[in-house]
């Protein structure tokens, strides 16, 4: 069974970057990493013209793309509503480690990523799971407190996360 941890924090907090240096420390370790990020805007990782992109503007539901170094598999919902993170999940192949980024208000395990010079409100005060946050000053609560700057220190805390 894959652990499951989410990060939350607002745009420009850091996320990304974050979970870009966690990911390396969990492969180094001999785990299999699957990341789920959920973008709130419409997005194409598709280039206009080439084959893949003409048969989904063609009506094509689903389009997969191989070769002997990746493969890759679009769906286009076409008036379905959008999957939760549960159906997503489900469709991962068989992970250690998997790393939410979005999903707020879905109820996992977060680490609530925040930076003082962003001025953002914190999430954690309204959402009880938030298990800990990652910053670069201390905050006022009784959350665990991991360094933003420390990534080793945050990837064990998540392994020892039950």
């Known amino acids: 069974m894959a652990k499951i941890i989410g990060f939350a924090g607002y745009s420009g907090s850091g996320k990304t970057t974050l979970i870009e240096k966690l990911i390396p420390i969990f492969t180094g370790k001999g785990l299999r990493v699957s990341v789920i990020k959920h973008a709130h805007h419409r997005f194409d990782i598709d280039i206009p013209g080439k084959d893949s992109w003409r048969h ?4 094509a539901t689903e389009v997969l793309v191989a070769s002997s170094h990746r493969w890759v598999l679009m769906h286009e919902l076409r008036n379905e509503p959008e999957p939760d993170l549960d159906q997503l999940i489900n469709r991962l192949t068989d992970p250690d480690i998997i790393i939410v980024e979005g999903f707020k208000t879905h109820p996992i395990k977060k680490i609530e990523v925040w930076r003082e010079l962003t001025q953002h409100p914190r ?11 990652a910053s670069d000053k201390p ?24």
């Open 56 to 59: 989904r503007e063609a009506g």
């Open 123 to 133: 999430i954690a005060p309204n959402d009880p799971h938030v298990v800990a946050v």
């Open 139 to 162: 905050t006022q609560d009784n959350l665990i407190q991991l360094d933003i700057n420390q990534p080793q220190q945050i990837v064990e805390f998540i392994l020892k996360l039950s």
